[in-house]
C-alpha cells in the first residue's frame, strides 16, 4: 500500500469521527426539542458521510498502473545493455582492476604485470609502426602486410589485456588465501575443492596471456631492428611478421 492511499485513508476515518461526533450532538439536540423527524434525517446523512468518505478517500488516491514502455523503446534499452557488456575495457580501466590485487600474496604479481603489461603495449605497438612507416612507403604492399601485422598484434595484446582484467576480477584475494592455504583448509569441513580449481584455472588462464603478450611485445622489438637493418635483406622481418601472425592466429584458437 502506497503512502498516498494510507495518507487518504487516515483522513477519511477522521472525517468520519468528526461526522459521528457532529452528527450524535444534533440527533440529541432533535430528539431533546421533539424534532423526531430531523433526528432520522440526521441519522441517515451521518451514515451517508460515514460510508461515502472512505470511499472517496481510496478512490481518489488510487494508484496510477504504470505506463509500459513501448516496443522499440525496450529494444533501444537491450540494445544499450548489449553494447555495454561487449564494450571492451581501456587501458586505463584495465590498470585500475589490476592495481587492487598487486599488494595480494596470491595474486598480487600476476596483477603486478598486468598492469606493466598495460602501460608497456602502447609504446611497443608505437615503435613497431614506426619502423614500417620509416623502412616502406606509406600504402604500398609491402607497407599494408607489415602494418596490418602490427594491428593484428595490437589488438590481440589489448584484448588479452581486456580478458585477464575480466578474469581477475571476479577472484578475491582472501578467499583464495583460505581455499589455497592447506593450513585454513584444516578446519573447514566443507568441499571446496571445485572452488580452489575455479580460481586456478583462471590464474593460469591469465598467466597464459601475459605470456602471448609477452612474447608479442618480443616479437615486435626484434621486428623493429630487424626493420632497422639494410633494406637489401628482408629475411630477419618476414620471419618476424610470420612469428608475430602465428602468435596472434594462436591466440584466436584458443580465447
Same mark, same amino acid.
Given at each position: ?7 487518504? =485513508? ?37 451514515? !451517508?458521510?460515514? =460510508? ?5 478517500? =481510496?478512490?481518489? *488516491?488510487?494508484? &496510477? ?11 533501444? $534499452?537491450? @540494445? ?7 564494450? !571492451?575495457?581501456?587501458? &586505463? @580501466? ?17 596483477? &603486478?604485470?598486468?598492469? #606493466?603489461?598495460? #602501460?608497456?603495449?602502447?609504446?611497443? =605497438? $608505437?615503435?613497431?609502426?614506426? !619502423? ?6 606509406? #600504402? ?18 589489448? #584484448? ?50 601475459? *605470456? $602471448?603478450?609477452? @612474447? ?18 628482408? *629475411? ?6 610470420? $612469428?608475430? @601472425? ?10
Amino acid at each position: 500500500m502506497s503512502v498516498k492511499r494510507i495518507i487518504g =485513508i487516515l483522513i477519511a476515518v477522521g472525517l468520519d469521527i468528526i461526522t459521528v461526533i457532529i452528527g450524535i450532538t444534533t440527533i440529541f439536540v432533535n430528539l431533546f426539542s421533539g424534532n423526531f423527524v430531523g433526528a432520522g434525517l440526521t441519522l441517515l446523512i451521518v451514515l !451517508a458521510l460515514v =460510508i461515502i468518505f472512505p470511499i472517496l478517500g =481510496i478512490v481518489f *488516491t488510487k494508484d &496510477k498502473k504504470p505506463a509500459l514502455p513501448d516496443k522499440q523503446m525496450i529494444y533501444d $534499452d537491450n @540494445e544499450r545493455l548489449q553494447a555495454e557488456q561487449q564494450k !571492451a575495457l581501456s587501458l &586505463k @580501466e584495465v590498470k585500475r582492476i589490476a592495481s587492487r590485487y598487486q599488494y595480494g600474496f596470491y595474486l598480487g604479481k600476476t596483477a &603486478k604485470a598486468i598492469v #606493466n603489461q598495460a #602501460n608497456l603495449v602502447g609504446t611497443k =605497438i $608505437d615503435e613497431a609502426r614506426q !619502423a614500417v612507416n620509416n623502412r616502406f612507403e606509406v #600504402n604500398s604492399i609491402t607497407w599494408d602486410r607489415y602494418m596490418g601485422v602490427v594491428d593484428a598484434a595490437s589488438n590481440t595484446a589489448v #584484448n588479452n589485456l581486456d580478458t585477464m582484467a575480466r578474469r581477475i576480477s571476479v577472484l578475491d584475494e582472501k578467499e583464495y588465501s583460505s581455499l589455497a592455504n592447506p593450513l585454513k583448509r584444516i578446519g573447514n569441513k566443507q568441499d571446496n575443492s571445485g572452488r580452489l580449481e575455479f580460481y586456478q584455472e583462471n590464474k593460469q588462464s591469465i598467466e597464459r596471456c601475459l *605470456t $602471448d603478450n609477452q @612474447e608479442m611485445f618480443n616479437k615486435l622489438d626484434r621486428l623493429s631492428i630487424e626493420l632497422m637493418k639494410s633494406a637489401d635483406d628482408s *629475411t630477419g622481418s618476414d620471419a618476424v611478421v610470420q $612469428d608475430i @601472425e602465428d602468435i596472434t592466429n594462436q591466440v584466436k584458437f584458443y580465447h
